[in-house]
């Protein structure tokens, strides 16, 4: 359905997007994860015709972004990060200025009325925007993605400045969409796009670094253990016999220490591995007694983290496979 190849895009000396690509099939709803300033914004500006790219290919079923840009951008609706809302019209206005420019064909009254059914505006349809709330705003500026019917829908941080109830409504909305749309979705919330998407695109620094299934990162945010332990016994040496052990990655000191003899350590734990006798028997032998060894979780934060700074490394898959 969609299908990026090499976008490259600068500003000046600073390249925004080094080289992106990925596809999405029909149905997919898909998440655009990364920090801020990863590119997220640019590569939706990309892809749907608002911003030229320095080199690089779009298609939208399969019609090329460039050089056939009507029929291309006809597949998609956007909400952009601003949605470009007119504040002096009233809703019902606004919508039918959309649906003008965008030279819709569907019947005009329904489909409008029905649009702001899907996104509950309908009663303030006769509203100056100006006059509505933040959360209203938000839900006319997806109506005017809707309008169309478009296949294709592309939101860049949809939730962005709503108050928690107003994010569960949008996110409730998105959901729905996704069963009858193609849904892409930027954000840098984890749990945002945990909730409601198939698969998530990780970028960081114009690059994609991570391409996963929701649910491939949920196991690994499952079986991935951290753990913290205390040990009374020379730091460097210490350190040094955890990380000779088979099973334990990322180990690194920790800043809060006991005091005296104790420090304190944080490491992993691959998947399928249970390291704790190891290590047991391994400081016990050295006379460095455990003082503690608890679990201490990991969470989507984490992992995200881990992927941006590791450049799509898991902390279960190729960190154990290379240690070994
Ligand atoms: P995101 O949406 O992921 O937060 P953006 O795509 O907005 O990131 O920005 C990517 C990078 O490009 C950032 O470093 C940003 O500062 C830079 N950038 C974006 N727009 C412009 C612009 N118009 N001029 C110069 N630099 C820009
Ligand atoms: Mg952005």
Known sequence: MIKVEHLVKSYGTHYALSDVSFEIAEGEVVGF????????????????????????????NGADILKNPAEAKR?????????????????EEYLGFVYDLKRCT??????????????RIADVRRRLIRNLSKGYRQRVGIAQALIGNPPVIIFDEPTVGLDPKQIIEVRNLLRTLGKKH???????????????????LIISEGRIVADRSTDELTRVIRDSRRWRLKVAGPEREVLGVLRGIPGVLRAEPQADREGGEVSTFSFESAAGTDVRADIFYALAERKWPVYGLEAVGTDLEDVFLQLVEHGGELPTEKTARRRK
């Open 33 to 60: 994860l990364g920090p801020n300033g990863a590119g997220k914004s640019t590569t939706m500006n990309i892809l749907t015709g608002c911003l030229s790219s320095n080199s690089g290919t779009v298609t939208v």
């Open 75 to 91: 597949q998609i609706g956007y909400l952009p990060e601003q949605p470009p809302l007119y504040t002096d019209m009233t809703v």
């Open 106 to 119: 569907l019947a005009k009254k329904e489909h409008i009325a029905e649009v702001c059914e899907v996104v």
């Open 182 to 200: 193609t849904v892409i979705l930027s954000t840098h919330i984890l749990p945002e796009v945990q909730a409601i998407c198939d698969r998530l």
